[in-house]
């Protein structure tokens, strides 16, 4: 089982950055995907996820609409696009993948990908 991110980087306040996550090795379309974040001395906390057909999704309400999860089951893929960048967005980005839809507080996936930093500073 792979979850493999990508699309991190360095950008400026206000910025946008698109982070993909592609998975392989188990059956992509029957999971929940999301993506998690975590800060320099924080908590892993989750950023937003979608359903297994994409019906269903859900943001942290930190976010204020800056962000768009999105799903391609046929190139088993999982995206974010990420808006009006700030600061403290600063992190690593995680790909996470799950059965069922839902308890998003626990923090638990049933795989992970490895992590890409995304970092926004001017």
């Known amino acids: 089982v792979l979850l493999v991110e990508s699309g991190g980087g360095l950008v400026q306040p206000g910025e946008s950055l698109k982070l993909s996550c592609v998975g392989s090795?188990?059956?992509?379309?029957?999971?929940?995907l999301s993506w998690y974040r975590q800060a320099p001395g924080k908590e892993r906390e989750l950023v937003a996820a979608?359903?297994?057909?994409?019906?269903?999704?859900t943001y942290a309400i930190s976010l204020s609409g800056r962000f768009a999860i999105s799903r391609d089951n046929a190139k088993n893929t999982v995206d974010l696009q990420m808006t009006s960048l700030k600061p403290e967005d600063t992190a690593v980005y995680y790909c996470?993948?799950?059965?069922?839809?839902?308890?998003?507080?626990?923090?638990?996936?049933?795989?992970w990908g490895q992590g890409t930093q995304v970092t926004v500073s001017s």
């Open positions: 996470g993948a799950k059965r069922p839809w839902g308890d998003w507080e626990s923090n638990q996936n049933d795989y």
């Open positions: 090795g188990f059956s992509f379309s029957d999971y929940s």
């Open positions: 979608i359903s297994s057909a994409g019906g269903m999704k």
